[in-house]
């Protein structure tokens, strides 16, 4: 199969106006079809939280001040950014809709904190590790500048990216992670050039290194404990807190602490107070239990004579990937609600205590930066596993397996529809054994599997037209759905979708005036048969699906353009580069009230540096294969013009792109 797709920078035509499909589904597509039926579809405006909705062009719209606000068409920007040379698969970044995060979290807690009346500050801090992107990074830098937003590190190569890059006026920087007398050292080194440095003790060996480091540079450190909580999180990272979690101290280990720093004569070194109960915590009650036990921590600590300014209470706050308010992948609270929470539980158990409310840090990361970038591919293929006409009639010859399976096709009625499903099903596993054992042969299998198909074709069409047959529907739609392949690799743009199985919002950005009446899993470009996306927003039922509904495709239709939406978050860093597939082309797009700027674009990578990663060097290569060429030139097995062709797409494939280039 030929993957390569036309270059069609035009008009594009409507994918299924060009088809006249007689096909089960076809019979479902309704004669009118309203934009407002895709957003419901794809719950959009749901997971778009006013960033992303369908315009009355049918495509998706970016608008990173909500409705009212300037916006760009996806579709057309994603076309204007090819007839630039930039390259399918793009991941698009939206800088915009970082400030309008970034300043949304700072707002909530504002107001929490004056509906309140609070006496703490608040002040966000960013865990360079969700994506340490260098414009990003500097984006988030400039845009929080104004509201004071920090930024945290969890190891050292990103203590020194921290340090080159934070210059905020007061901006704290917050060290996390495992840490050596060096990562110390450089810590401590950078206070002295004036930047708010708070190294957080995540295991008890570290605090003598501080206290040691510290005298001999003679300063005085800004200390913090991570305390390991009891209480557990939820959601997919549960592990994070609890006595088995990997960071934080115990109990015991802080009350050591204490008494450690009294000796030192350095308690009034220890001014935060730090957990963090993992990522995308999709329930409010599981922050507020893990709160309260923190914030005892904090009292007690305070009583215990240490001189707390603050508290951190880490990252967690979840992103609402699917809409549904009550799954995994999303959260059954707001922004505001979440610093509400905070706000009001620290100051209740302060107020009980007596203790002054604490400034307020929080390491939200995934709430800042998932919903900024777009992951776009086009569709290079379809298999289609409908099948209209069922093979030649079966005869008294043939194997009894094939006469009861035409037998059922002939027979299916509404009447029959439970007994010919499940004699159906029987048949496929019977192909299978018959096969293994010997009794069918390649031709006879493959006859078996076209009727299976045109069987299963029939009778969803049947189905759908009768009552009481929603689970056979559900259950052939499932088997005869067809497999989209994709310009992309999950493994290197959407890693949690493989790894813990997290859903991201997909969708077409075009064409959603159409009726999207075919339902298809997608396939990516590896050939890891884990290299797929099966788990879609189902918005009917609030639960998940395995397919997506998609608009007709055949291989020559203009570019079918996908999106993979809120990738900004971790996907980037975590991917990897599974059978060679490498970065993506991106770009940061801003966003203004007479268009859009092009503010960077960063190329991903060409096959010669991912070939690095693995030690091949291109001259080599390149010399190896000349050798080989000039071996046949001699023998006369290639003429030398032949060779020169072999050699030039060589070098070519070098400098390409790892994905699949459309044809010029
Ligand atoms: C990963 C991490 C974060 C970020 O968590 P999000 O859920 O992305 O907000 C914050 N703090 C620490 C210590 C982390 O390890």
């Known amino acids: 199969m030929s993957l390569s797709t036309e270059t069609s920078k035009g008009v594009p035509t409507p994918a299924n106006g060009s088809e006249s499909t007689t096909h089960a589904f076809a019979q479902m597509k309704s004669e009118t079809w309203s934009v407002e039926q895709s957003a419901q579809t794809y719950g959009i405006n749901n997971w778009g939280a006013g960033y992303f909705r369908i315009n009355q062009a049918g495509n998706v719209a970016v608008t990173p001040k909500g409705t009212n606000g300037p916006g760009v068409d996806l579709y057309e920007l994603t076309q204007e950014l090819q007839d630039r040379g930039i390259r399918i698969p793009i991941m698009i970044r939206f800088p915009d809709i970082i400030k309008e995060r970034v300043h949304l979290l700072h707002s909530c807690f504002q107001k929490a904190i004056a509906d309140h009346s609070y006496k703490g500050n608040y002040c966000g801090v960013y865990p360079i590790k969700v994506n340490q992107q260098r414009h990003l990074v500097q984006e988030l830098v400039k845009f929080g500048r104004d509201v004071r937003l920090g930024l945290e590190c969890g190891s050292k190569p990103e203590l020194l990216v921290v340090l080159s890059l934070m210059n905020t006026p007061n901006g704290v920087i917050i060290c ?42 003679n300063m005085r450190p800004k200390i913090g404990f991570r305390a390991k909580l009891n209480t557990q999180g939820a959601g997919k990272w549960v592990d994070s807190a609890g006595a088995r979690s990997k960071f934080g101290l115990t109990a015991i280990e802080i009350v050591e602490g204490v008494e450690f720093l009294k000796k030192q004569n350095m308690l009034d070194c220890l001014e935060l107070m730090h957990y963090h109960i993992g990522s995308q915590v ?5 922050i507020k239990s893990s709160l309260k036990e923190a914030a005892r921590f904090y009292t ?20 609402d990937y699917d809409g549904s308010g009550h799954s995994d992948s999303s959260v059954n609270y707001s922004e505001q609600e979440y610093a509400n929470d905070i706000v009001s539980t620290l100051q209740t158990m302060c107020d009980e205590k007596n203790i002054p409310h604490p400034n307020i840090v929080t390491e939200s990361g995934r709430a800042l930066v998932a919903h900024h970038s777009v992951l776009i ?6 298999n289609n596993l409908f099948i209209q006409e069922p093979p030649a009639p079966a005869t008294k010859k043939d194997p009894a397996l094939m006469q009861e399976m035409q037998y059922i096709y002939e027979k299916m009625n509404s009447e029959n529809l439970n007994e010919c499903f499940n004699d159906l099903m029987q048949a496929k596993t019977e192909t299978l054994n018959q096969f293994t054992y010997g009794v069918l042969n390649l031709t006879q299998r493959a006859w078996c599997e076209s009727m299976f198909f045109a069987i299963a074709t029939k009778m969803l069409a049947t189905a759908q037209k009768t009552t009481d047959s929603e689970d056979i529907v559900a259950e052939l739609r499932e088997r005869l759905c067809d497999t989209y392949f994709c310009n992309f690799s999950v493994f290197q743009s959407v890693p949690d979708s493989w790894a813990v199985g997290q859903l991201f919002p997909v969708m077409p950005i075009h064409n959603l005036k159409q009726e999207p009446y075919h339902e298809a899993t997608l396939a990516d470009l590896t050939c890891d048969s884990d290299g797929k996306i099966e788990k879609f927003i189902d918005t009917e039922t609030g639960e998940m699906k395995k397919t997506l509904r998609v608009h007709p495709f055949k291989e020559g239709d203009a570019p079918y353009y996908l999106g993979v939406f809120l990738t900004g978050a971790y996907q980037e860093i975590l991917g990897d580069l599974h059978n060679l597939f490498g970065d993506t082309d991106a770009v940061h797009i801003s966003i203004h009230e007479s268009g859009y700027t092009v503010d960077h674009y960063v190329p991903g990578d060409t096959v010669t540096e991912v070939l690095t990663y693995v030690q091949y060097g291109r001259a080599e290569m390149v010399d190896s294969v000349r050798q080989f060429t000039e071996e046949s030139i001699a023998a006369g097995n290639i003429t030398k013009q032949e060779a020169k062709s072999l050699i030039k797409h060589y070098e070519e494939g070098l400098s390409g792109y790892t994905y699949l280039e459309e044809m010029e």
């Not at 060096?182 to 440095?197: D, F, N, P, S, V």
């Open 176 to 217: 996390n992670g495992f840490k050596d007398t060096e990562y110390i050292e450089t810590a401590l080194l950078a206070q002295k050039i004036g930047r708010e440095i708070i190294i957080v003790v995540d295991r008890k060996d570290e605090l003598k290194i501080i206290t040691e480091t510290a005298k001999k540079l």
């Open 282 to 286: 999709p329930s409010i009650q599981s």
């Open 300 to 319: 007690e600590l305070y009583s215990l004579g240490a001189n707390l300014k603050y508290i951190d209470v880490g990252g967690g706050l979840g992103v």
């Open 377 to 382: 591919f086009n569709v290079m293929g379809v």
